[in-house]
């Protein structure tokens, strides 16, 4: 029964958040199903997509708690982006990387909005082609808008935007987004299709060509991931502590100082 409960918590951590709960204990909970999370290989994009909503629900911008794990869920999900680089998932990785989640689309001047396909392109759109197939040049009457970008970018720019963390911490984010994108290039030029070509290709490589493949790929480490996750944990030791006395706990407001733990690089 305790072995069915724990895959349950991995296959869908989102499930044990009430919306009834504490913002607090919310975020905690949110933090702990994290922790049981097989990281990479259990992560997607559904999944992390399922882990931002109770914590845009329980969180505002004034809370170190839920800062702290924005930041782990960035982590996360440079943490699934980068291992579907490293395993030639090029659509998967574009997907967190760059690829917007849902673009609106109308035809000037009077088409009906539609929602674009995520993958295709936007010429074979249903909506465009009733009338026969689409004329390459009549594509610059078509206006899209990003409505939900995606989660990286998106990720990155609310860190950015918060006075949180230090600049040094959102350029690290910035550069581990890049080394995804040279790393799905370098992929693509050498080349291969697959993890299972990647994989024979370094079979018979020798010493030397494995190394320089090792060397462009991301292979990215949990340490920050379960840096923040400790910081949170005693983040709200802080915060029980302090209420046990009597003493207010403090927020941020953007335009303070932030405090050591939060402004440091993890």
Known sequence: MAFFVLFEAKR?????VSQRMHPNSAILSLNRAMDCLAVPHGVNEGLIERLLEPLERAGNGTSNL?????ARLTELTLLCAGHYADNCECCAAGDLLLNPRRIEARRRPDGKPFIKK?????RDEKALTQAGPLPKAALHQVTCLV??????????????DSGFFGAGYIEEI????????????????????????????????DAGERDFVQRHLCCFTRDHFDRFGRRVEAQAVHHRQRARAGQ????FRPGMTPNAIAMETP
Request: charged share 25%; net charge positive; hydrophobic share 45%.
């Open 147 to 160: 409505a939900t970008p995606a989660l990286l970018p998106m990720l990155h720019d609310r860190l950015a």
């Open 248 to 251: 207010r706990v403090g927020r």
């Open 118 to 122: 995520r993958h295709g392109r936007l």
């Open 174 to 205: 910035a550069a581990r987004m890049v080394r995804i994108a040279d790393t799905l290039r370098f992929l693509a030029a050498y080349p291969v299709d697959s993890n299972e070509d990647l994989y024979r290709r370094l079979q018979w490589a």
């Open 66 to 70: 839920y800062w702290l794990s924005l």
């Open 12 to 16: 869908r951590p989102g499930i044990g």
